[in-house]
């Protein structure tokens, strides 16, 4: 695995140590997804590990681990360069969100059934939350998120039980009603289709365009 690439706080490696302990070679293994939480919750109360993570994503968008090969990976968003991310998954592989500076909207989203003649996937809306610094949120195998930046300093930790190059992702495009299976190894589309919102709830959230326009200020 990659280190920091500064010298981490006491505070701070002992959570990555603790991390790397659980994960082991199966990151995919029963329970791994909420002990590895547990740990970076607890860690987060901490403000040094807080400063120093929002720090790190300042130097690098791979702070620990391998994006590049299966393995854990913790990756650094600055949602004012990214912005608004459309309704994803990570395929087989679990993916947790911890925020470290800022508020950030996440919409859970579930495949609530796929129409047998058309192909069309009905989308329904599980939940949603407004996270703030040291929030941390999971979102297990075949959950898709959404991601609304709520203030311009909102930085978020991406968690991932492995590569994105290994896996094919649903994205589901909220402005024109396309879903795709998406191929980070190949950087394209490998299956695309149609999809709709299914739900009264679902019908609630947000449109991408009002992203970042009705932001908490």
């Given at each position: 695995?990659?280190?920091?690439?500064?010298?981490?706080?006491?505070?701070?490696?002992?959570?990555?140590?603790?991390?790397?302990?659980?994960?082991?070679?199966?990151?995919?293994?029963?329970?791994?997804?909420?002990?590895?939480?547990?740990?970076?919750?607890?860690?987060?109360?901490?403000?040094?590990?807080?400063?120093?993570?929002?720090?790190?994503?300042?130097?690098?968008?791979?702070?620990?681990?391998?994006?590049?090969?299966?393995?854990?990976?913790?990756?650094?968003?600055?949602?004012?360069?990214?912005?608004?991310?459309?309704?994803?998954?990570?395929?087989?592989?679990?993916?947790?969100?911890?925020?470290?500076?800022?508020?950030?909207?996440?919409?859970?989203?579930?495949?609530?059934?796929?129409?047998?003649?058309?192909?069309?996937?009905?989308?329904?809306?599980?939940?949603?939350i407004v996270m703030g610094p040291g929030d941390v949120d999971c979102s297990p195998p075949g959950v898709a998120h959404e991601l609304y930046p709520e203030t311009d300093d909102s930085i978020e930790l991406a968690v991932r039980c492995h590569s994105l190059a290994t896996i094919i992702q649903n994205r589901y495009d909220r402005s024109t009603g396309e879903h795709k299976h998406w191929s980070w190894a190949q950087k394209q589309a490998i299956h695309t289709g149609r999809f709709e919102v299914v739900g009264e709830a679902g019908l609630t959230a947000r449109a991408p365009g009002e992203a970042m326009t009705a932001r908490i200020k």
């Open positions: 695995m990659n280190a920091p690439t500064k010298t981490a706080p006491p505070a701070m490696q002992a959570m990555l140590d603790d991390m790397l302990r659980i994960a082991g070679d199966d990151a995919h293994r029963p329970g791994v997804m909420e002990q590895l939480a547990a740990v970076m919750k607890k860690a987060m109360a901490n403000p040094e590990v807080l400063n120093a993570l929002r720090d790190a994503t300042l130097e690098t968008a791979d702070i620990y681990g391998s994006m590049a090969d299966p393995g854990l990976g913790i990756g650094g968003v600055r949602s004012a360069q990214i912005g608004y991310r459309e309704p994803h998954d990570h395929g087989a592989c679990w993916a947790i969100n911890v925020q470290v500076a800022g508020k950030l909207r996440l919409v859970h989203w579930t495949q609530d059934s796929v129409d047998p003649a058309t192909g069309t996937v009905r989308l329904r809306k599980i939940d949603e």
